[in-house]
């Protein structure tokens, strides 16, 4: 095994925390021993598509290496949906949609015993806001569909508000859904915005890093991370740092705590090294619906656009947010790919009608998606041993997936739509936007960091991710994980990175 | 309770099976009986070439599926049909003989190959329960693998890689346009008006007419 030189902190992930981590910890921190600047080490298990953003153009190298044309996505460039092993983690095909955290979100959080009060993170949230460049698209850049959802939903009695997206210079590619990255540096995420900064502040980005466990070692009474020990280049590397902040994600940061020897009795058995009965658990995530509809007048150019830009309205089922559905225009903008639309509900079986239907649809052809946010009390956990999202379906989310396509079904009907499709199917639903699974609290026995971001149980030991954010309602992650990262960042550097 | 989950990727181009109302199916003329293809000896790639002909047909000035057997399209098609025999085949081209005067789907007239998959799809009058299960299923996997194959936009739709993986440009290609398609042939991204990447001039004429936008 080599060993490298030692840092101060260790960051393990570089998507939309831990790059926030590293770029304020680099600016702001100090040793507290000597005031010296912090060394910093980012690690991430894939490439670096390294260069300085240029937002509206792209840079040759990466523009080079996303090609935004599916069928000939190389496997070693395709991740699944959220899994994404490369500088940048799922932001980097993430759809662009992000929303900063509601009220209500708020006080779920104060609920599960942080202290996380819309006073205490507005500073935080206004930094998202601004460094993301979260904005409503004006109406002259969205397709004609979009407006009629608005207005049908309006003359319903729905109180209507437009989808926010984070993006700049954007030229309306129409590709920012569907899992695509942007070759014009127009999506803002992790590698447009906090990661130069860190770089500028001399964060050493070690990519191809596949970390394999925290190093925890049991000093006297009270466990502690001492380093990182990971895979590179096909050798065993150990890393040294009296602070190691795990930025993995809300699959990976349960996972690698579990292969470090942190977690439940029952399941780690003699690998046991510290005992959390709640990592892993306490999985919240949202479902959703597509419902689909065909117009014969002409709704959208269907190749290029603002997506996700639209309208959206939101129902409860009750207070707090409580069985939030969040109904959006969908289909209604952007790349209408001709290999789905092949298998439409709407497209003949085959033969000519096929044929002639593939020649039109990606015109008429538009819907809503409807995502729910889990109903109050009913959670998933990730299976640590397969790095697996489960989560039971229920009757409360059924009964309110169908009467949210009911509700889809109101407004295309009011659009005009000539047919609709999916909103009473079976429900064959999506689940995405995990949080939640190493969630921070105040109570050691249901969390497990505190509202510091401090692990319960081991020294030097920090989580910063949408692992441990407890809740959103939002339906969209990005959002609520980056201001409660950047919210970390400024504790952790306040707490632990001062002279 | 039911537990169904898909990818987003999935989830998010995933929009069912299609469907057509079953028609009345008609005796009609014999077709083809000169092409000697027996039932013990099955040629798969014909059979495939012509589901898929009967899938996107071809008519003159309107280019379809056989128009691309010159690029091999049936080759690329068979890469991923293993989840369909031989024998599953043989069943297909032979399930058409109860319902044609005993001809095989491989010598039915185009009209009536249309006509047989429309009766597989309604399976009503297939009272065979397994003989049905396996003609839809050589009927949908088919279906699924030529409409992706071709609105993917085969044979222009692979983009010259190096060893590491990363994208090999045309000589031409000054700022990294890496859209495979071109004027020389009609594929299915033609058909259905897929633009896919833009070209240089084209982002310039977006930069142009969206730039008044930026400084959000």
């Known amino acids: ?67 935004n044309v599916f069928s000939d996505d190389a496997p070693e460039r395709m991740w699944p949906w959220g899994m994404v092993k490369m500088v940048g983690g799922t932001t980097m095909h993430y759809g662009a949609s992000v929303y900063l955290p509601y009220s209500v979100d708020y006080k779920h959080w104060v609920d599960e015993g942080t202290d ?188 290029r656009g603002a997506a996700p830009a639209g309208y959206f309205f939101l129902d409860d089922a009750g207070p707090n947010a409580y069985g939030r559905l969040r109904i959006k225009d969908s289909g209604m903008i952007g790349v209408d790919e001709p290999w789905g639309l092949a298998f439409s509900p709407f497209a003949p079986a085959f033969g000519r009608e096929h044929k002639q239907f593939m020649k039109q649809a990606r015109m008429h052809r538009g819907g809503t998606l409807v995502v729910l946010k889990k109903p109050e009390g009913y959670r998933g956990y990730i299976n640590l041993r397969t790095s697996q999202m489960e989560y039971e379906g229920n009757e409360i989310i059924v009964k309110r997936l169908r009467e949210g396509g009911e509700m889809s079904r109101e407004v295309l009907q009011k659009m005009g739509a000539k047919k609709i499709v999916g909103y009473d199917m079976p429900p064959i639903y999506h689940i995405a936007h995990g949080i939640s699974t190493c969630k921070a609290g105040s109570d050691p026995k249901v969390s497990v960091v505190n509202p510091n971001f401090e692990s319960h149980d081991v020294s030097g030991l920090f989580i910063c991710d949408g692992s441990v954010v407890p809740r959103s309602s939002s339906g969209d992650a990005v959002g609520p994980i980056a201001t409660v990262c950047v919210l970390a960042a400024q504790r952790i550097t306040a707490n632990h990175f001062r002279k | 309770m039911s537990k169904s989950k898909v990818s987003r990727r999935e989830f998010l181009k995933r929009s069912g099976a299609g469907s057509i109302a079953i028609t009345s199916i008609g005796s009609g003329l014999a077709y083809g009986r000169s092409e000697s293809h027996q039932a013990s000896r099955l040629d798969r790639h014909a059979m495939i070439a012509s589901i898929g002909d009967t899938l996107i047909p071809t008519d003159p000035g309107d280019p379809g599926y056989k128009s691309l057997e010159q690029h091999k399209i049936t080759e690329e098609v068979m890469k991923k049909l293993d989840g369909i025999s031989d024998d599953d085949l043989e069943a297909f081209n032979q399930g058409s003989t109860e319902f044609f005067e005993g001809r095989t789907f491989l010598q039915l007239a185009p009209s009536h190959r249309a006509d047989y998959l429309l009766l597989i799809i309604d399976g009503s009058k297939i009272s065979d329960k397994n003989r049905l299960k396996v003609l839809q299923k050589v009927y949908r996997q088919t279906r699924t693998r030529v409409f992706t194959v071709f609105y993917q936009n085969y044979p222009e739709n692979v983009i010259p890689r190096d060893q590491a993986g990363v994208p090999i440009l045309k000589q031409r290609d000054k700022h990294q346009i890496t859209n495979p398609n071109t004027n020389d042939l009609v594929t299915g991204w033609d058909i259905s008006g897929f633009r896919a990447q833009m070209t240089w001039q084209e982002e310039e004429e977006c930069r142009t007419k969206f730039q008044k936008l930026w400084r959000r």
């Open chain 1, 1 to 67: 095994m080599q060993t490298q030189k030692n840092y101060d902190v260790i960051i393990i992930g570089s998507g939309v925390g831990g790059s926030i981590l590293a770029a304020h910890l680099a600016a702001k921190g100090v040793n507290p021993k000597n005031g010296e600047q912090l060394r910093i080490a980012m690690l991430e298990a894939g490439p670096y598509w390294k260069g300085e953003p240029r937002p509206g153009y792209g840079i040759p190298s990466r523009r080079q290496l996303i090609t």
């Open chain 1, 116 to 303: 996380w009060t819309e006073d205490a993170c507005r500073g935080a949230a206004a930094e998202v806001e601004k460094i993301y460049n979260i904005h409503t698209e004006p109406d002259e850049v969205l397709s004609k569909g979009c407006l009629m959802f608005r207005d049908a939903a309006r003359a319903l009695g729905r109180e209507v508000h437009s989808a926010q997206v984070a993006r700049r210079n954007c030229i309306y590619c129409g590709f920012c859904e569907g899992g695509y990255f942007c070759r014009y540096d127009s999506k803002m995420n992790a590698m447009t915005t906090y990661i130069p900064l860190a770089e500028k502040h001399g964060v050493d980005i070690i990519p191809n890093a596949t970390v394999d466990r925290v190093i925890i070692e049991k000093r006297g009474a009270r466990p502690t991370a001492t380093g990182v020990a990971f895979q590179q280049g096909g050798a065993m590397v150990e890393l040294k740092a009296p602070n190691i902040i795990v930025s993995a994600g809300v699959i990976g940061t349960p996972r690698l705590l579990f292969m470090s020897g942190y977690g439940s009795k029952e399941e780690l058995g003699a690998k046991l090294i510290v005992e959390n009965n709640n990592i892993g658990k306490h999985l919240d995530i949202h479902a959703a619906i597509i419902v689909h509809a065909y117009f014969d007048e002409v709704i959208k150019d269907g190749s």
